[in-house]
Protein backbone atom coordinates (compact mmCIF):
# COMPACT_ATOMS: atom_id res chain seq x y z
CA UNK A 1 0.00 0.00 0.00
CA UNK A 2 2.71 2.39 0.72
CA UNK A 3 4.36 1.74 -3.09
CA UNK A 4 0.68 2.46 -4.35
CA UNK A 5 -0.59 5.42 -2.57
CA UNK A 6 3.25 7.21 -0.88
CA UNK A 7 1.69 7.21 2.57
CA UNK A 8 3.56 5.95 5.58
CA UNK A 9 2.73 1.80 6.37
CA UNK A 10 2.82 0.56 9.70
CA UNK A 11 3.03 -3.99 10.01
CA UNK A 12 1.50 -5.74 12.76
CA UNK A 13 2.04 -9.04 13.74
CA UNK A 14 -1.29 -10.13 16.29
CA UNK A 15 0.93 -12.25 18.59
CA UNK A 16 2.54 -9.10 19.28
CA UNK A 17 0.33 -6.11 19.51
CA UNK A 18 0.91 -3.01 22.15
CA UNK A 19 -1.76 -2.91 24.91
CA UNK A 20 -3.55 0.30 23.19
CA UNK A 21 -3.76 -1.94 19.47
CA UNK A 22 -7.68 -1.37 18.86
CA UNK A 23 -6.87 2.85 20.08
CA UNK A 24 -4.43 2.84 17.19
CA UNK A 25 -6.74 1.29 15.07
CA UNK A 26 -9.69 3.76 15.68
CA UNK A 27 -7.04 7.30 15.50
CA UNK A 28 -6.25 5.31 12.20
CA UNK A 29 -9.29 5.00 10.69
CA UNK A 30 -10.34 8.51 12.24
CA UNK A 31 -7.64 9.62 9.79
CA UNK A 32 -8.90 7.85 6.75
CA UNK A 33 -5.80 5.63 6.85
CA UNK A 34 -6.07 2.80 5.03
CA UNK A 35 -6.01 -0.68 7.20
CA UNK A 36 -5.81 -4.95 5.80
CA UNK A 37 -5.20 -7.58 7.71
CA UNK A 38 -5.09 -11.73 6.82
CA UNK A 39 -4.42 -14.59 7.89
CA UNK A 40 -1.65 -16.87 7.34
CA UNK A 41 -2.06 -19.05 4.39
CA UNK A 42 -2.02 -22.82 4.02
CA UNK A 43 0.78 -24.06 2.25
CA UNK A 44 -0.56 -27.02 1.02
CA UNK A 45 -4.25 -25.73 0.35
CA UNK A 46 -4.84 -22.70 -2.09
CA UNK A 47 -7.32 -20.39 -0.35
CA UNK A 48 -8.50 -22.89 2.39
CA UNK A 49 -11.84 -21.65 4.63
CA UNK A 50 -11.46 -21.40 8.08
CA UNK A 51 -14.23 -23.43 10.11
CA UNK A 52 -15.01 -19.56 11.18
CA UNK A 53 -15.52 -18.76 7.53
CA UNK A 54 -12.37 -17.14 7.20
CA UNK A 55 -10.34 -16.96 4.38
CA UNK A 56 -6.22 -17.88 4.26
CA UNK A 57 -4.08 -15.36 2.43
CA UNK A 58 -6.76 -13.10 1.72
CA UNK A 59 -6.37 -9.41 1.98
CA UNK A 60 -9.19 -8.09 4.15
CA UNK A 61 -9.80 -4.77 4.15
CA UNK A 62 -10.76 -2.84 7.50
CA UNK A 63 -13.75 -0.55 6.72
CA UNK A 64 -15.06 0.87 10.15
CA UNK A 65 -13.93 0.93 13.72
CA UNK A 66 -16.13 1.38 16.54
CA UNK A 67 -17.34 1.15 19.98
CA UNK A 68 -20.53 0.16 19.60
CA UNK A 69 -23.16 0.62 22.81
CA UNK A 70 -24.78 -2.83 23.95
CA UNK A 71 -27.93 -3.14 26.51
CA UNK A 72 -28.72 -6.92 27.83
CA UNK A 73 -30.86 -7.52 30.87
CA UNK A 74 -27.46 -7.18 32.88
CA UNK A 75 -25.33 -5.08 31.72
CA UNK A 76 -25.16 -1.68 29.78
CA UNK A 77 -21.97 -0.42 28.37
CA UNK A 78 -19.72 -0.34 24.68
CA UNK A 79 -18.09 -3.15 23.10
CA UNK A 80 -15.17 -2.72 20.58
CA UNK A 81 -16.46 -3.89 17.04
CA UNK A 82 -14.28 -3.69 13.39
CA UNK A 83 -15.88 -4.14 10.13
CA UNK A 84 -13.79 -5.99 7.49
CA UNK A 85 -14.56 -6.62 4.09
CA UNK A 86 -13.53 -10.16 2.30
CA UNK A 87 -12.11 -9.46 -1.63
CA UNK A 88 -14.27 -11.73 -2.84
CA UNK A 89 -17.71 -10.04 -2.32
CA UNK A 90 -19.66 -12.94 -1.39
CA UNK A 91 -21.07 -15.35 1.04
CA UNK A 92 -17.76 -16.32 2.36
CA UNK A 93 -18.07 -14.24 6.24
CA UNK A 94 -17.15 -14.50 9.12
CA UNK A 95 -19.69 -16.91 10.98
CA UNK A 96 -18.89 -16.10 14.88
CA UNK A 97 -20.02 -13.31 17.18
CA UNK A 98 -21.02 -10.23 15.54
CA UNK A 99 -21.73 -12.04 12.15
CA UNK A 100 -24.63 -11.80 9.82
CA UNK A 101 -27.74 -11.89 11.73
CA UNK A 102 -25.89 -13.39 14.83
CA UNK A 103 -27.94 -12.72 18.08
CA UNK A 104 -25.69 -10.41 19.90
CA UNK A 105 -27.36 -7.69 17.75
CA UNK A 106 -30.48 -7.75 20.01
CA UNK A 107 -28.81 -6.14 21.95
CA UNK A 108 -27.65 -3.19 19.79
CA UNK A 109 -30.23 0.13 20.05
CA UNK A 110 -32.42 0.51 16.93
CA UNK A 111 -30.39 4.04 16.58
CA UNK A 112 -27.32 2.40 17.08
CA UNK A 113 -27.76 0.10 13.93
CA UNK A 114 -28.99 3.04 11.73
CA UNK A 115 -25.84 5.11 12.43
CA UNK A 116 -23.71 1.80 11.93
CA UNK A 117 -26.04 1.53 8.41
CA UNK A 118 -26.21 -2.46 9.78
CA UNK A 119 -27.11 -4.57 6.49
CA UNK A 120 -27.38 -8.30 6.41
CA UNK A 121 -26.34 -9.19 2.95
CA UNK A 122 -24.07 -11.72 1.38
CA UNK A 123 -21.62 -9.14 0.27
CA UNK A 124 -18.37 -10.44 2.19
CA UNK A 125 -18.52 -7.54 4.65
CA UNK A 126 -19.29 -8.38 8.61
CA UNK A 127 -18.62 -7.27 12.00
CA UNK A 128 -16.54 -9.02 14.31
CA UNK A 129 -15.50 -8.15 18.01
CA UNK A 130 -12.15 -6.85 18.78
CA UNK A 131 -11.16 -9.67 20.80
CA UNK A 132 -12.27 -12.46 17.96
CA UNK A 133 -10.31 -10.57 15.12
CA UNK A 134 -7.40 -10.67 17.25
CA UNK A 135 -7.92 -14.70 17.85
CA UNK A 136 -8.27 -15.47 14.25
CA UNK A 137 -5.79 -12.60 12.65
CA UNK A 138 -2.51 -13.15 11.82
CA UNK A 139 -1.44 -9.25 10.76
CA UNK A 140 -2.69 -6.19 10.01
CA UNK A 141 -1.03 -3.16 8.22
CA UNK A 142 -1.99 0.25 8.23
CA UNK A 143 -1.61 2.64 5.49
CA UNK A 144 -1.56 6.61 6.90
CA UNK A 145 -2.45 8.49 3.54
CA UNK A 146 -1.23 12.07 3.42
CA UNK A 147 -3.68 14.81 4.17
CA UNK A 148 -3.86 16.12 0.44
CA UNK A 149 -4.99 12.02 -0.79
CA UNK A 150 -8.63 12.28 -0.29
CA UNK A 151 -11.55 14.83 -1.19
CA UNK A 152 -13.08 15.64 2.21
CA UNK A 153 -16.31 14.57 0.48
CA UNK A 154 -15.02 11.05 -0.42
CA UNK A 155 -14.02 10.43 3.32
CA UNK A 156 -16.20 7.28 5.10
CA UNK A 157 -18.75 8.02 8.04
CA UNK A 158 -16.82 8.08 10.55
CA UNK A 159 -13.40 10.00 9.68
CA UNK A 160 -13.58 13.41 10.87
CA UNK A 161 -10.01 14.31 11.11
CA UNK A 162 -6.65 14.25 9.48
CA UNK A 163 -2.88 13.94 9.96
CA UNK A 164 -0.74 16.70 9.61
CA UNK A 165 2.50 16.55 8.23
CA UNK A 166 5.87 17.73 8.45
CA UNK A 167 9.12 16.62 5.92
CA UNK A 168 12.78 16.71 7.07
CA UNK A 169 15.29 16.39 4.46
CA UNK A 170 18.63 15.20 5.68
CA UNK A 171 21.71 12.89 4.04
CA UNK A 172 24.72 11.18 5.48
CA UNK A 173 27.97 12.14 4.54
CA UNK A 174 31.01 9.88 5.33
CA UNK A 175 33.05 11.21 7.99
CA UNK A 176 30.46 14.16 8.14
CA UNK A 177 26.76 13.53 9.58
CA UNK A 178 27.29 9.52 8.76
CA UNK A 179 27.27 8.39 12.70
CA UNK A 180 26.45 4.79 12.68
CA UNK A 181 24.22 2.97 14.51
CA UNK A 182 24.29 2.88 18.50
CA UNK A 183 27.29 0.62 18.71
CA UNK A 184 29.22 3.29 17.69
CA UNK A 185 28.71 5.73 20.77
CA UNK A 186 31.20 7.72 19.92
CA UNK A 187 30.09 8.90 16.64
CA UNK A 188 26.46 8.53 16.83
CA UNK A 189 25.44 11.88 17.98
CA UNK A 190 27.24 12.85 14.36
CA UNK A 191 23.38 11.88 12.62
CA UNK A 192 21.27 14.34 11.43
CA UNK A 193 18.79 15.45 14.35
CA UNK A 194 15.36 16.70 14.88
CA UNK A 195 13.31 18.13 17.70
CA UNK A 196 9.65 17.83 17.61
CA UNK A 197 7.32 19.02 20.24
CA UNK A 198 4.11 17.84 20.60
CA UNK A 199 1.71 20.38 21.92
CA UNK A 200 -1.82 20.18 21.01
CA UNK A 201 -3.61 16.37 22.77
CA UNK A 202 -5.87 14.39 20.66
CA UNK A 203 -9.48 14.93 20.78
CA UNK A 204 -11.10 12.63 23.49
CA UNK A 205 -7.70 10.84 24.62
CA UNK A 206 -8.54 10.28 28.56
CA UNK A 207 -4.90 10.32 28.59
CA UNK A 208 -3.87 13.93 26.83
CA UNK A 209 -1.52 12.25 24.72
CA UNK A 210 -0.72 12.92 21.28
CA UNK A 211 -0.31 10.71 18.11
CA UNK A 212 2.89 10.93 16.18
CA UNK A 213 3.92 8.58 13.64
CA UNK A 214 7.73 9.20 12.36
CA UNK A 215 8.68 7.65 9.49
CA UNK A 216 12.60 7.25 7.52
CA UNK A 217 12.77 7.13 3.85
CA UNK A 218 15.79 6.66 1.48
CA UNK A 219 15.04 8.85 -1.55
CA UNK A 220 16.10 6.97 -4.99
CA UNK A 221 17.35 4.11 -2.87
CA UNK A 222 15.87 1.56 -5.64
CA UNK A 223 17.57 3.68 -8.86
CA UNK A 224 20.71 3.88 -7.28
CA UNK A 225 21.02 -0.02 -7.02
Not at 104 to 133: A, Q, V
Request: charged share 30%.
Amino acid sequence: MEDFTGGVTEMYEINELPPNFYTILLKAYERNSLMGCSIEPDPNILEAETPVGLIRGHAYSVTRVKYVDIETPGRAGKIPLLRLRNPWGNEAEWNGPWSDKSPEWRFIPESEKEELGLTFDDDGEFWMSFKDFCSHFDRVEICNLNPDSLDPDECPEGCTKKWEMSVFEGEWVRGVTAGGCRNYLETFWKNPQYTVTLKDPDEGDAENKCTIIVALMQKNRRSQR
